[in-house]
């Protein structure tokens, strides 16, 4: 009598296990969600070829150097905004409009003369500003800086490309590629020359440059180019795109790098590194969304274009960032265990400035999920007002709480401006989407 009870409930069990096994293979199979398998694995691989920098570097350079790295960094993404002027935002959208798609080579090639020209305007200003001001840093990794931003303008392109043709594999090759590419520079020009901050600058540089190669030669062979001058309403709907998002940009940027600056100039650059390093370490967040965001970019624009179908945003988004909550909380203990294992002692911080940290990091990566809702309904004018907005709340709590209360005043005041942004883009993208729909109605 037990050894048929026990034989019942092992039977359960493997019945319970198979309908989880197949659960899984039909979740794998589904094409829609093998892309975003594949998207988040590369992302995965390319944070942790990421963590595997943060050691080597953090035991190469001092946090003085390394601040002096993230100051570096800051030069890059501020030239990011301009190089190009946003137009490659365009030319995803429009691979997912009918009436724009046959002509996806003229954007593409309309996109890449802009980031050109505005590299060289860019190249022309900063060399009047050196001959007029004498500012004290190495002016060589400035024009290194602008550089990057190049290649890394045409890399995300391509990589924007094969997002839109659902060609995950491609994006991986260039995702992944560029990042281990500059742990094996690392290797070389930290590890076995020891030409410590230069290295690290060299690497920066020379993992980029062979995808920038690689990426030039896969649009001529692809055929993505298109060698006559593209029309002038081309370069008008990507200038019309683009430029209303500079603000946008600017405040972005200013909202991820402004610290490093103050941080410099209130407390020190010591502080920079520490503060900088505990940023890359949480690094696994921001790829986790960046790849999410991959993946249900084109499945959102997909249900809001469906007019018929009766999808409601303010629900989705609500049990979208609920479930992300659930998943990102043990994410904290075991990066703050990870950063005790991995950082040189005179790396560690607090607990609570690294909590403060993960949890302003999480919010921001749930906002630009649920930011993708206004690029698709073109509300590029309120995407720039609300991070304006946010922006200055940012500056004027770093104002008020650097000085009182150093690194931890500084972690609050970006938790406060991610609260805010995260709350301000669900209330418009409810009223965008509620009035889209009504004037469909109509």
């Given at each position: 009598?037990?050894?048929?009870?026990?034989?019942?409930?092992?039977?359960?069990?493997?019945?319970?296990?198979?309908?989880?096994?197949?659960?899984?293979?039909?979740?794998?199979?589904?094409?829609?969600?093998?892309?975003?398998?594949?998207?988040?694995?590369?992302?995965?691989?390319?944070?942790?070829?990421?963590?595997?920098?943060?050691?080597?570097?953090?035991?190469?350079?001092?946090?003085?150097?390394?601040?002096?790295?993230?100051?570096?960094?800051?030069?890059?993404?501020?030239?990011?905004?301009?190089?190009?002027?946003?137009?490659?935002?365009?030319?995803?959208?429009?691979?997912?409009?009918?009436?724009?798609?046959?002509?996806?080579?003229?954007?593409?090639?309309?996109?890449?003369?802009?980031?050109?020209?505005?590299?060289?305007?860019?190249?022309v200003l900063l060399i009047i500003f050196l001959i007029f001001f004498d500012?004290?840093?190495?002016?060589?990794?400035?024009?290194?800086?602008?550089?990057?931003?190049?290649?890394?303008?045409?890399?995300?392109?391509?990589?924007?490309?094969?997002?839109?043709?659902?060609?995950?594999?491609?994006?991986?090759?260039?995702?992944?590629?560029?990042?281990?590419?500059?742990?094996?520079?690392?290797?070389?020009?930290?590890?076995?020359?020891?030409?410590?901050?230069?290295?690290?600058?060299?690497?920066?540089?020379?993992?980029?440059?062979?995808?920038?190669?690689?990426?030039?030669?896969?649009?001529?062979?692809?055929?993505?180019?298109?060698?006559?001058?593209?029309?002038?309403?081309?370069?008008?709907?990507?200038?019309?795109?683009?430029?209303?998002?500079?603000?946008?940009?600017?405040?972005?940027?200013?909202?991820?790098?402004?610290?490093?600056?103050?941080?410099?100039?209130?407390?020190?650059?010591?502080?920079?590194?520490?503060?900088?390093?505990?940023?890359?370490?949480?690094?696994?967040?921001?790829?986790?969304?960046?790849?999410?965001?991959?993946?249900?970019?084109?499945?959102?624009?997909?249900?809001?274009?469906?007019?018929?179908?009766?999808?409601?945003?303010?629900?989705?988004?609500?049990?979208?960032?609920?479930?992300?909550?659930?998943?990102?909380?043990?994410?904290?203990?075991?990066?703050?265990?990870?950063?005790?294992?991995?950082?040189?002692?005179?790396?560690?911080?607090?607990?609570?400035?690294?909590?403060?940290?993960?949890?302003?990091?999480?919010?921001?990566?749930?906002?630009?999920?649920?930011?993708?809702?206004?690029?698709?309904?073109?509300?590029?004018?309120?995407?720039?007002?609300?991070?304006?907005?946010?922006?200055?709340?940012?500056?004027?709590?770093?104002?008020?709480?650097?000085?009182?209360?150093?690194?931890?005043?500084?972690?609050?005041?970006?938790?406060?401006?991610?609260?805010?942004?995260?709350?301000?883009?669900?209330?418009?993208?409810?009223?965008?989407?509620?009035?889209?729909?009504?004037?469909?109605?109509?």
């Open positions: 009598m037990f050894d048929l009870a026990d034989k019942i409930r092992k039977s359960n069990r493997i019945n319970v296990g198979s309908e989880k096994l197949n659960f899984f293979l039909r979740f794998v199979k589904d094409s829609k969600n093998s892309v975003f398998i594949v998207y988040l694995s590369s992302n995965i691989v390319s944070a942790l070829i990421g963590f595997l920098m943060v050691p080597i570097v953090t035991r190469l350079l001092t946090p003085e150097e390394y601040g002096a790295f993230s100051i570096f960094q800051t030069f890059i993404a501020a030239f990011g905004i301009f190089v190009g002027l946003n137009g490659k935002g365009l030319i995803l959208r429009n691979l997912f409009d009918e009436n724009k798609s046959s002509d996806i080579k003229h954007y593409i090639s309309g996109s890449m003369s802009i980031a050109l020209l505005s590299s060289l305007v860019i190249s500012i004290n840093i190495n002016s060589e990794f400035i024009f290194i800086a602008l550089v990057i931003a190049f290649f890394t303008y045409l890399i995300d392109l391509r990589k924007i490309i094969h997002q839109g043709m659902s060609q995950p594999l491609m994006y991986s090759f260039y995702q992944i590629g560029s990042t281990l590419m500059t742990l094996i520079f690392v290797f070389v020009f930290m590890q076995y020359y020891s030409f410590g901050l230069d290295g690290r600058v060299l690497s920066a540089l020379l993992g980029p440059a062979l995808f920038f190669i690689a990426a030039l030669y896969s649009f001529k062979r692809s055929d993505f180019l298109s060698w006559g001058v593209p029309k002038a309403n081309v370069y008008k709907e990507l200038l019309k795109f683009g430029i209303p998002m500079l603000p946008y940009s600017i405040f972005g940027v200013g909202f991820l790098y402004v610290d490093r600056w103050v941080v410099a100039s209130k407390i020190g650059m010591h502080e920079v590194g520490l503060y900088s390093a505990a940023i890359q370490l949480i690094l696994p967040i921001t790829i986790f969304f960046d790849s999410l965001a991959k993946a249900y970019s084109p499945w959102l624009y997909r249900k809001l274009s469906d007019k018929e179908n009766h999808f409601s945003l303010i629900r989705h988004q609500v049990l979208l960032i609920a479930a992300l909550a659930i998943m990102l909380a043990p994410g904290y203990f075991i990066l703050k265990f990870l950063a005790d294992v991995i950082f040189p002692q005179e790396y560690h911080i607090g607990s609570s400035l690294f909590f403060i940290i993960y949890v302003s990091y999480s919010i921001i990566g749930i906002y630009r999920i649920i930011n993708t809702s206004l690029f698709y309904f073109l509300k590029t004018k309120h995407i720039s007002a609300i991070t304006s907005l946010c922006f200055f709340i940012y500056i004027a709590s770093l104002l008020l709480l650097v000085d009182d209360f150093g690194l931890i005043g500084v972690a609050t005041s970006y938790l406060i401006s991610s609260i805010s942004h995260l709350l301000l883009t669900i209330i418009d993208s409810f009223i965008v989407d509620r009035n889209d729909r009504n004037l469909c109605l109509r």
